[in-house]
């Protein structure tokens, strides 16, 4: 069975940085294109963030381009998403998510990660 | 990547059927063919229900069912039950993946 365990999530001021993580196993992690999802304290979800199997193609949400760096390392079949220039509305519980390989959606996503931007 | 739209609340009494739509343009759901719903509840992370607009993953109960017509899709929870209040979201993935801003199923 697949999981995804995130974590790197805390409380930071804004203007600042913060690096969450995503943990796979239970499947060939290299095979797969992934995403960063968000959600808001009481709001929807949001897509963040897109990265192709072998890093070679990365997408971003308009909100977040030039503040945010989408990255991979297959060997420890890690995904990562660095946070930098963070803003309050980025305050968000993050999702790390897996794209099918046999059809268009998402079909497996970790339990989140809780980043809170405030002074 | 604006939002796909979706009523914000449907309610439904146990047994009964209920439809929640999902409207976008021609750049998304009326563009493609794959739109996907998801199943939230609260404090947990949302769980796929539907796929390429009709498909359901192996797991998912029959009772979950979805469609499209032009620029707006649907899904429709027959046999309403209690464990199927939740929020729902749908979804269209082109290049990127949009949602829709989610739907509150409260079962009376």
Request: neutral net charge; hydrophobic residues 30%; aromatic residues 12%.
């Amino acid at each position: 069975e697949a999981q995804l365990v995130e974590s790197g999530g805390g409380l930071v001021q804004p203007g600042g940085s913060l690096r969450l993580s995503c943990a796979a196993s239970g499947f060939t992690f290299s095979s797969y294109t992934m995403n960063w999802v968000r959600q808001a304290p009481g709001k929807g979800l949001e897509w963040v963030s897109y990265i192709g199997s072998s890093s070679t193609i990365i997408y971003y949400a308009d909100s977040v381009k030039g503040r945010f760096t989408i990255s991979r390392d297959n060997a420890k079949n890690s995904l990562y998403l660095q946070m930098n220039s963070l803003r309050d509305e980025d305050t968000a519980v993050y999702y790390c998510a897996r794209d099918s390989r046999s059809y268009y959606a998402v079909d497996y996503w970790g339990q989140g990660t809780l980043v809170t931007v405030s002074s | 990547q604006s939002a796909l739209t979706q009523p914000a609340s449907v309610s439904g009494s146990p047994g009964q059927s209920i439809t929640i739509s999902c409207t976008g343009t021609s750049s998304d759901i009326g563009g493609s063919n794959y739109v996907s719903w998801y199943q939230q509840h609260p404090g947990k992370a949302p769980k796929l229900i539907i796929y390429d607009v009709s498909n359901r993953p192996s797991g998912v109960s029959n009772r979950f069912s979805g469609s499209k017509s032009g620029y707006t899709a649907s899904l429709t929870i027959s046999g309403l039950q209690a464990e199927d209040e939740a929020d729902y979201y749908c979804s269209s993935y082109t290049s990127t993946v949009v949602f829709g801003g989610g739907t509150k199923l409260t079962v009376l």
